[in-house]
C-alpha cells in the first residue's frame, strides 16, 4: 500500500511526538487505512477523543479530593462512554483493511480481556498525539 501522503503523515507525526507511540505499526497502519480509504475525517474524530480521553484519565488518576464523588461518578462515565466511541470509530477505520488484519486488530485492541484494555489505552496514547499533531500544525 504505497500512498506518498500517508507515508508523509505518518512521518511528520513521528518526528511531532519524538517517536513515543507505544504502538507505533498500528497507528501507522490506521493513518493509511484511514487515508486510503477516505476516512480522515473518522481518524481526527478519534483522535480528538483519544485526546480528551487521555486529559480525563489525568485527572481521574490525580484522585484530587476537591472532586467529589459526583463529578468522580461523571468523569468515569464519560471516560466509558469515549472508549466506546472510539472503539465504534475503530472498527469502521478497519473496515477498509483485509480479513486477516481485521481479526488481529479486533483480538489485540477490541475484545474484554486484561492485555486488550491495555493495548487500546496505549492505542489511544498514540491517537492524542494525531490530536496535538493537528492542533500544532493549525497554528502555524
Same mark, same amino acid.
Given at each position: ?29 490506521? #493513518?493509511?487505512?484511514?487515508?486510503? @480509504?477516505?476516512? !480522515?475525517?473518522? +481518524?481526527?474524530?478519534?483522535? &480528538? =477523543? ?32 469515549? #472508549?466506546?466511541?472510539?472503539?465504534? @470509530?475503530?472498527? !469502521?477505520?478497519? +473496515?477498509?483493511?483485509?480479513? &486477516? =488484519? ?39
Amino acid at each position: 500500500m504505497l500512498n506518498p501522503a500517508a507515508d508523509s503523515f505518518v512521518q511528520e507525526i513521528k518526528n511531532f511526538c519524538s517517536n513515543k507511540f507505544k504502538q507505533p505499526e498500528d497507528v501507522e497502519r490506521l #493513518i493509511k487505512i484511514s487515508l486510503q @480509504n477516505n476516512k !480522515k475525517e473518522l +481518524l481526527e474524530e478519534t483522535a &480528538f =477523543y483519544s485526546k480528551y480521553l487521555q486529559g480525563l484519565l489525568t485527572i481521574i488518576q490525580r484522585g484530587e479530593t476537591s472532586i467529589t464523588e459526583e463529578v468522580f461518578t461523571r468523569y468515569r462515565n464519560e471516560y466509558l462512554q469515549n #472508549i466506546e466511541k472510539i472503539k465504534a @470509530n475503530l472498527q !469502521k477505520i478497519i +473496515l477498509g483493511s483485509d480479513d &486477516f =488484519y481485521k481479526n488481529i486488530f479486533a483480538d489485540k485492541y477490541l475484545t474484554i480481556s486484561e492485555s486488550s484494555v491495555k493495548n487500546l489505552v496505549d492505542l489511544i496514547h498514540d491517537l492524542s498525539w494525531i490530536k496535538m499533531y493537528l492542533n500544532s500544525s493549525r497554528h502555524k
